[in-house]
């Protein structure tokens, strides 16, 4: 025997298995050999290879069944659960395209269609395709990583076009069907439909991150059920009444409905959800609301000390007497010189005023001590209540003045130039209120139903109210073109701005009155003087009008347009859910693998949130975002990666992710190990792996 081959015969008695077996690898590729007259010759190096694939197959075998057998433990513990109390429907699976039903879902992105503004605003994703690809894919990039979803999705109606491909009769109903209201899967298909989704999408939420589902009358009771099941019954998870139309409907003749619903499920820590509170401020310390400190109520009129160190925004403050812009009686006698530089109150100074809160019981002190003391640009002293530190700013389950649909559907039709756009498109009110609510400002928001972008447009005009940093992902199919002609088109005119002819309205100040405010109706009013002057936004309007309706207070800018409406910035990457492979993920072969390394250059991109592509060959691609970079090397074949180590090496970024191709999960490498920024990742495995747990799931 040759020392670095072995015959066929020797193999099989090494293996312990028949000669034949021995030929069988050796046909099927598994083995590689060389032919020497009538028999076979196998280099050690070669046998060794065939080992470690061998193992590594078994140990995806034995992965396989141990993930199969989970999903039996939790489909037999759900079953018990469910013979006790609980949600029970005919779980009818359902049938995607024939040639996607195996195949590996990957998001390939449209670069025709990427909208780019150098304006250091976010970047945000749109994706098209049947969210739960989607879904699947968002599972490798952002697990764990999402603030908040939003999702609006079909309401099961009868009539609102909610279609479910019911596998079992395929041949039937080869496109699926709209389901009708008489339908006895009706509830089944809608549930098998929105329970594996709901569930892929819970995973891509954050410990805090929170779910928010705009629901109607038709499947509400389902729904809550089955989000119970999904996130664990807790006392947290609630359901909002948001009062829909600004008039009732009626289109019933038992019931006309003015309100529908919006469930709120919290993932593993629930957090405190904060009144909106439109015409808030923005400071270092966070979001505030600015409260006069004046009653105009003569009886408390009183002498008190506004102290060095408080900020005064207004431009003339100045001793003597200053009238109040509302309240011809109220007025405020400044006694001292105030000496102010840079906006800042460098000596104290006597006030003689209808004061709010008094030193008597320490309640000015109070707001002295707690640096919220300002003076406003009418000249008047402000208290800032941080929302925050305010225990009492909790929101409320419901919503009477977040939106209504009419404005939706108006605002909608005025940025396409058309008439009726599409049926049901959300107020952006509302979703400016939900994102209000969780209080982050660089929150990352998903909407995986979203029709015609309302959520994304929600997201960009709060982020210009508030100079946030939110990243929106929005994920709708093209059905009736919702995505090409209708959400795509308004994302990129709110962007750009577009043309627009007659006047545009917004509510900027919104208040429910009650006896109590009545009773301080001068402060409010001032109030409202307040924010009209400081705030930016009244440079924006050419007129700003003030109502009560039904007790509600408000306050709207109007302003003509002519020809072109602003845009609002910010950059868009597009996306459509795409398919390598030929087998489905618990089947996929080393053949799929390499396809899905070759092309998982856009989901490791997404993964980074580094959306910008900078390099791509045969063997490499390199991404960018300011200062971060994503290398990855995805071929076997090691023909140029040496060159990839250089690049890698030239990179002056502050953060450098590399992936290179292995079939393993954690491989180092040592030609990068002294480099500290960077961080070294494998594909294609780790995301066959999360796939696979998904599979497993469904
Ligand atoms: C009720 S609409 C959402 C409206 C949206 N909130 C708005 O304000 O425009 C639901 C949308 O989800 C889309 N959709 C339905 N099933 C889907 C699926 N499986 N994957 C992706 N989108 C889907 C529909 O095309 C429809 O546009």
Redesign the pocket.
Known sequence: MNEEFYTAQELADKLKVNIMTIYRYINSGKLNAYKTGKDFRVSKEDYEVFLKNKQRNLLEEKNNQILQLSKEIEKLKSNIKKQRYGLVWVDVPEAFEDDVENKIPILKEEKSLAIENNDDKPTHLLIEG???HALTCLNYTHKGKVDVIYI???YNTGN?GFRYKDKRILDKYPDGTDVPKDSPYRHSYWLSFMKKRIELAKTLLTSNGVMFISIGNDEIAQLKLLCDEIFGEKDSHNIIHWKKNQKPQNASNTISESAEYVLVYFNEKPIKLVRGMKGTRTDERGSFKPSPLFTFDDRKRRTQTVPKGTPIECKVWKKGKLQAVRNKLAYLNILDEPIIKNGILQNDVRVDGQWRKTDTNGEFQKVVEDNRLFVNSNGFPNEKSYRDEDSKNVNTNLWLNAGYNEL?KQLLDEILGQDNV?P???PIELIKEILRSINKQDAIMLD????????GHALLDLNREDDGKRQFIL???N?NN?MSEVCYPRIRNVINGYDFSGKEKQVLFEKTLTLTDLKKADAILEEIDGITKENEESKRWDKISKSINDGLLKMVGEKNIEDKKGGLGNSVKFYRADFVGENNIMHSTDKDKLELAYNAGELLAIAENTLYEQKKNQYYQIFKDKDRFTAIYFREEMDEYDEFIEEVRGIRGKEISVYVFSWESDESIYELEDLKNVRIKTIPQPIVEIYKQIYNLI
């Open positions: 049947d969210n739960y609006d999705p079909p609102d939706g599409f049901y498109p959300k995986f139903f979203a029709g015609s972008g309302t959520s994920v709708t199919d059905e919702i």
